[in-house]
């Protein structure tokens, strides 16, 4: 056992976004939602601005990248994403490296909870096809709360385990998640293996940008 392992715990509760964070799923993300608009004739928003919708709501998300559908659309196109999404999705994996990193934080006897964009049946799903199911203690789902960056997901997670905001750490690779945290009063840590680039990182100063999961990871062992 390693001396970090030892070390007095500077967080009880580590929250983890899911979608570019743990799954890497932000190109298929990206790419249904660009086909979703093909399908329906719309124009097609580029790589970029598809990918930083990624961890909003799902209607939110595509109101956010198809500002000039006609509002009456908008369930179609959540129709055509989801199609697309669930053709591939059998595809996703884990990032390399994410299921060792998650077993050695609970070891370390840290709480381990997500917070996504994610509806709840989509997570559910996703945690039994990964292995994952009871590795996480708690999760919140935007079709069961408020979506980020509103503060509700951390507080009702910080509730549930009686934990304070200080103690609390989100783990998130776009700026949706670096200021749910700051609206929660939590700090936090960005990954820039997602969704996001780390220079739109810098105004919701994270603790720490981590380029791999091996970064996280060495961070979260240092000093978490």
Not at 66 to 83: C, G, H, I, N, S
Not at 136 to 157: I, Q, V, Y
Not at 183 to 188: E, V
Request: aromatic share 8%; charged share 20%.
């Amino acid at each position: 056992m390693t001396s970090s392992s030892l070390r007095p715990r500077r967080f009880d509760l580590v929250v983890f976004d899911w979608d570019g964070t743990l799954f890497d799923s932000t190109a298929l993300i990206t790419q249904s939602i660009q086909s979703a608009c093909r399908d329906l004739g719309e124009p097609v928003p580029g790589d970029r601005e598809a990918a930083f919708v990624i961890g909003l709501g799902l209607r939110e998300a595509l109101e956010r990248a198809v500002p000039t559908l006609d509002p009456a659309r908008y369930p179609q196109l959540v129709e055509r994403y989801r199609a697309h999404y669930l053709q591939r999705q059998g595809a996703l994996t884990l990032f390399p490296g994410v299921l060792a990193l998650l077993h050695t934080l609970r070891a370390r006897h840290h709480w381990l909870a997500v917070a996504t964009g994610k509806s709840r049946r989509g997570l559910d799903e996703a945690l039994a096809s990964t292995a994952l199911a009871g590795l996480f203690d708690g999760s919140r789902t935007a079709d069961e709360t408020f979506s980020k960056p509103h503060p509700r997901m951390l507080e009702e997670l910080m509730r549930e385990f009686g934990v304070e905001p200080g103690r609390t750490l989100m783990i998130g690779d776009t700026t949706h998640d670096l200021q749910l945290a700051a609206n929660a009063g939590t700090p936090s840590l960005a990954v820039a293996y997602g969704a996001h680039e780390a220079d739109a990182f810098d105004a919701h100063a994270p603790l720490f940008t981590a380029h791999s999961v091996d970064a996280l990871g060495d961070w979260l062992l240092a000093h978490a």
